[in-house]
C-alpha cells in the first residue's frame, strides 16, 4: 500500500515581496517537484513583481502566472495554509514582529541582498537579479535535499541556520 508523503508548506517572506520572496516561492515549487509548496509574502508589499524578477524567471522556464506581490497578513487569517517552515530572505523583514504564524512552523533567515534594490545600467540590475536566484536556487537545493521527516526539531533547526549563513561563508 502507497503511503502518501507529507507536503511541506514553505512561506519566503522580505519587506516588499517583489523580488527575492517571489524568486523563492518559485523556486522551490519548481525545484520541490511536489514535496514542497511555497508561498511568498511582504510586510510592506510593493503591490507589484519587479520586471527583472519576471523576465529571469521566465528564462529560466518557470511559471510566473500565479504570482503576486501580497501582504503578509494574508496568510494570518482563517483559511490560511499552515506553513512548516517560514524563511525569511531580507534583513529588514528579519526584523520585523512577524503574524503568528499557526502551528508553530520552523523558521530561518536566509538574506539574500535585494537586487530591486540594484543601481546602475539594465545589465547591473539584471546581475544582481542574477546573483540573488543563484544564492537562493543554492540554499533551496540544501533545503529539499535534507531528510526533513527524519531529523529532530534542533537538528533541523540547526541546518536551516547553517544555510542561511552561507553567504557568511562565502557562497
Not at 520572496?21 to 522551490?28: K, P, Q, R, T
Not at 520541490?32 to 520586471?51: D, L, V, Y
Not at 524567471?57 to 512548516?84: C, H, I, N, T, Y
Not at 547591473?124 to 531529523?151: C, G, H, M, N, Y
Amino acid at each position: 500500500m502507497a503511503v502518501d508523503k507529507k507536503i511541506f508548506n514553505v512561506l519566503f517572506l522580505c519587506t516588499g515581496n517583489s523580488a527575492r520572496s517571489i524568486l523563492g516561492e518559485a523556486l522551490l515549487n519548481h525545484l520541490g517537484k511536489g514535496r514542497f509548496h511555497a508561498w511568498s509574502a511582504g510586510s510592506h508589499p510593493a503591490g507589484e513583481i519587479s520586471p527583472f524578477a519576471i523576465e529571469l524567471l521566465q528564462k529560466s522556464k518557470l511559471p510566473v502566472e500565479d504570482l503576486r506581490s501580497k501582504s503578509w497578513d494574508e496568510f494570518s487569517k482563517p483559511g490560511a495554509p499552515q506553513f512548516d517552515f517560514v524563511f525569511t530572505v531580507c534583513d529588514n523583514a528579519a526584523g520585523e514582529v512577524c503574524p503568528v504564524w499557526p502551528g508553530q512552523p520552523m523558521t530561518a533567515h536566509w538574506g539574500i541582498d535585494d537586487p530591486a534594490a540594484a543601481k546602475g545600467s539594465d545589465a547591473d540590475k539584471r546581475k544582481a537579479f542574477v546573483t540573488a536566484f543563484t544564492q537562493l536556487s543554492r540554499r533551496i537545493s540544501l533545503f529539499i535535499s535534507l531528510p526533513v521527516e527524519k531529523l529532530d526539531k534542533l537538528s533541523l533547526k540547526r541546518q536551516l541556520d547553517d544555510i542561511g549563513r552561507l553567504r557568511e561563508k562565502g557562497e
